[in-house]
Structure formats: structure tokens, C-alpha cells
């Protein structure tokens, strides 16, 4: 049982060193912080919106993205350089090189995605072209 336990944290430990084990809305910081960053996010971002986030914790001012649009490079600001992100609608993230295609549906969210894929974000467009 020893054995397995430790096994086990050192391959939590390794996923943890690599970036691999803590989606970006799960990461550390106070459940008040957090709270009061989704509560902003919320605030900001309107029905059938993806807002985008230069800034972690949602802060600064977002872009605005809705479904109706369809397909949209991203601003020359947030390419390669979202932050955070808050979907009140379903949408396609998408980075051309390497190609690679994300999905975002309502609900989903990230206070630091520059520890993701926001690092790689070239466009977004309806959940379909994913």
C-alpha cells in the first residue's frame, strides 16, 4: 500500500512539474479570489459571448465573440496571447501551426490559460469547424 501511495504521488508530482495535471480554472489562489475573478468574468460577458482576455483573472477589458460571427483571427493583441477566456456560447478555438483545434462550450473558462493553449490561439469560429 506504501508502494502504491508513493508511486502514485510521484507521478502526480512528474504531470504537476510538466504542466499537465491542473486544468487552468482548478489552479491554486484563494476560493475568494477565484470566486471574486468568475464573478468579473460573468460580469463582463455576455449571453451567447466567448470573451477573450489579454491579462490573467480576467482582467482588463475583453474581446467579444459570439457564434453569429463565425470565423475571426483573433486581434492582433490576443494572437498568441489569451490569457483567460469566459464561453457563454459553444466555440472553436483554433491555432493554425501546428494545426490543432480546441472546443469551448457555455461554462467552460480559464483564469491563466497562458498556461494552455492560449499561448497558441490564432482564431476562434463556430464549434462546428472543430
Known amino acids: 500500500m506504501r508502494n ?4 502514485a504521488t510521484a507521478l502526480a508530482t512528474g504531470l504537476l512539474c510538466a504542466g499537465l495535471a ?3 480554472h482548478a489552479q491554486a489562489g ?3 479570489e477565484h470566486a471574486a475573478a468568475l464573478r468579473r468574468a460573468s460580469e463582463q460577458c455576455g ?3 466567448v470573451c477573450f482576455w489579454y491579462s490573467r483573472n480576467f482582467s482588463g477589458t475583453p ?6 460571427s463565425g470565423y475571426r483571427d483573433m486581434p492582433s493583441n490576443l494572437h498568441d496571447h489569451v ?8 466555440a472553436c478555438f483554433i491555432d493554425w501551426d501546428p494545426r490543432e483545434r480546441r472546443r469551448a462550450t457555455p461554462g467552460d473558462y480559464a483564469k491563466a490559460y497562458d498556461t494552455n493553449f492560449g499561448k497558441r ?3 476562434v469560429d463556430q464549434i462546428s469547424a472543430c
Do not use: C, E, H, K
Not at 4 to 7: E, G, P, S, V
Not at 63 to 68: H, L, N, V
Open 22 to 24: 491542473v486544468p487552468a
Open 83 to 90: 490569457y483567460s477566456f469566459y464561453a457563454n456560447a459553444s
Open 4 to 7: 502504491t501511495r508513493l508511486a
Open 47 to 49: 449571453s451567447g459571448q
Open 63 to 68: 474581446w467579444r465573440w459570439t457564434p453569429a
Open 121 to 123: 490561439i490564432d482564431a
Open 30 to 32: 484563494s476560493s475568494a
